[in-house]
């Protein structure tokens, strides 16, 4: 059973540009949440998407955005690329349940680095 | 806004010797509780996690935690520390939200860096 998969594992890009992100979801989890960590720092809340439509949101302005497809797969997107969007950034999936057996799984993540 | 503080930075225990790694929290609901672990370049790896119910949670790789309601901690505890521990440790607090299930998203400390001496 595959788990959390991310792609790229790195990226480069230029101040400006637009980059997208991907995650598939571990089996059997519908839920996608994206997370931005910033060097020697802890996660941040991106955002959350269900049922392909984004349920939640962080601090974090509108250039960043997202999509989740049929199959729970998601797409992250940043758009005019600032030098500190140059971070660590997580996909995190879980499955609609409640109680103890909750919990969100994490992918390796992709380095993005901007320049 | 919930709120997470680790209060220590960096760490630095023997090996063999015993480890506390301090999280409190700040949540208005019902907080649920993890300890996740990163190695370098690595992903997320959950350690343990509380919901309810016994307030001493057992995870995986020998560490435990303590729920303190009146504390508001949720501190992190190991007996004797291999070498192999020696990452980033990141306390989370979130909540079960959604009627159909579900939580919202997770809100994170800094982490405390853990370094073992042989």
């Known amino acids: 059973d595959a788990g959390v998969t991310q792609s790229p594992t790195h990226l480069i890009k230029t101040r400006g540009q637009q980059v997208t992100l991907r995650c598939s979801p571990k089996?059997?989890?519908?839920?996608v949440s994206w997370y931005q960590q910033a060097l020697g720092q802890g996660p941040q809340f991106i955002f959350q998407y269900y049922e392909e439509e984004e349920r939640q949101r962080g601090n974090f302005p509108d250039r960043f955005s997202g999509h989740q497809f049929p199959n729970y797969s998601s797409e992250l997107n940043v758009n005019a690329l600032l030098l500190g969007d140059s971070a660590l950034y997580l996909c995190a999936s879980s499955r609609p349940t409640s109680g103890s057996s909750y919990e969100q799984y994490f992918g390796p993540g992709t380095r993005l680095t901007v320049t | 806004a919930q709120s997470v503080t680790q209060p220590d930075i960096h760490i630095t225990v023997s090996e063999g010797a015993s480890l506390e790694l301090r999280c409190n929290y700040s949540?208005?609901?019902?907080?649920?509780l993890f300890w996740y672990v990163q190695s370098p370049g690595q992903g997320l790896q959950l350690l343990l996690k509380y919901f309810s119910g016994d307030t001493l949670v057992q995870g995986i790789k020998g560490f435990e935690a303590e729920f303190k309601r009146s504390q508001s901690s949720f501190n992190l505890r190991k007996p004797s520390v291999h070498w192999s521990d020696a990452a980033e440790y990141f306390c989370a607090v979130g909540a079960l939200v959604y009627s159909g299930g579900g939580a919202d998203g997770l809100t994170f400390g800094k982490g405390t860096h853990l370094i073992i001496q042989p």
């Open positions: 949540y208005g609901a019902t907080p649920y």
């Open positions: 089996s059997g989890h519908d839920t």
